[in-house]
């Protein structure tokens, strides 16, 4: 689910609503980004950021790489 959800009226115009707050708003909120991780201790929460994070960083570097051909 996510905290914003937008909805169309039939004259064209557009209204997004937070699920959270019920709070709605005419202009598209900013782009939301982040999250919290609930799992009881010892199920692997810092092993799975620390894998994110090191693909994230692999991912993001071969993006970068470029290779000449001769």
């Known amino acids: 689910m996510d905290i914003w959800?937008?909805?169309e009226f039939p004259d064209g115009?557009?209204?997004y609503i937070n699920n959270i707050t019920g709070l709605s708003q005419n202009q598209p909120?900013?782009?939301f980004r982040g999250g919290i991780l609930?799992?009881?201790m010892g199920?692997?929460?810092s092993l799975c950021m620390i894998t994110l994070i090191a693909h994230n960083?692999?991912?993001h570097?071969?993006?970068k790489v470029v290779?000449?051909?001769t």
């Open 5 to 7: 959800c937008q909805w």
């Open 13 to 15: 115009h557009n209204t």
């Open 29 to 31: 909120p900013p782009q």
């Open 38 to 40: 609930t799992d009881h």
């Open 43 to 45: 199920s692997g929460k």
């Open 57 to 59: 960083r692999v991912r």
């Open 61 to 63: 570097v071969a993006i």
């Open 67 to 69: 290779i000449h051909s």
